[in-house]
């Protein structure tokens, strides 16, 4: 990608349909977003194998090597997802990276919180009624808890499309 072009939707998918690709961008994710080249190639063949790293042959260490530098840097510089110094074998991640790895970790309003609040505000206060400490008229108050649900569930929905939407137009896909 050079200069003025964008990052399609095309391109997105594209760049992550490897799994190489997708390790490489996690990696960067868990090491701060900066990593030497074979420690990297040796921690992707430790997923691949699914054995620790210490335990990574050498052999499989320069295969997982050689297919980053050759194949998926390259193609991750092109779209500008990370940036690599050749003289260091050192890998960067980008402000791109970060965007396109914010699309794919957890949301920052956990919902599952507010939903529960509502839900426990709702069984409490009923049981304070069943229990005869406080006098409430059930139908009302059942409408307002199921009212209180839909629009949260509404919030919900329409949150979730906003920001899958800003962060993809980010990269033009919308």
């Given at each position: ?77 092109e779209y500008e997802l990370v940036s ?39 069984f409490g206060v009923f049981g304070l ?40 137009s980010e990269f033009s896909c919308i």
């Open positions: 990608m050079t200069g003025g072009d964008e990052l399609t939707r095309v391109d997105l998918f594209e760049v992550l349909s490897s799994d190489r690709r997708r390790a490489l961008l996690c990696f960067l994710r868990l090491r701060g977003g900066e990593a030497d080249l074979r420690k990297l190639a040796t921690q992707i063949a430790a997923w691949e194998q699914d054995i620790d790293p210490e335990a990574v042959s050498e052999e499989d260490t320069k295969r997982v090597y050689i297919s980053l530098y050759q194949s998926h840097l390259p193609k991750l510089e690599y110094d050749s003289d260091t074998k050192q890998v960067s991640a980008t402000e791109q990276t970060k965007e396109v790895i914010a699309l794919f970790t957890e949301p920052t309003v956990q919902w599952e919180r507010y939903y529960l609040l509502v839900a426990g505000v709702g009624h069943v229990a005869g400490i406080i006098t409430v008229p059930i139908v009302a108050f059942t409408l307002v808890v199921l009212g209180a649900l839909i629009g949260l569930s509404i919030a919900h929905y329409y949150r979730h499309r906003l920001v899958i939407r800003n962060a993809l």
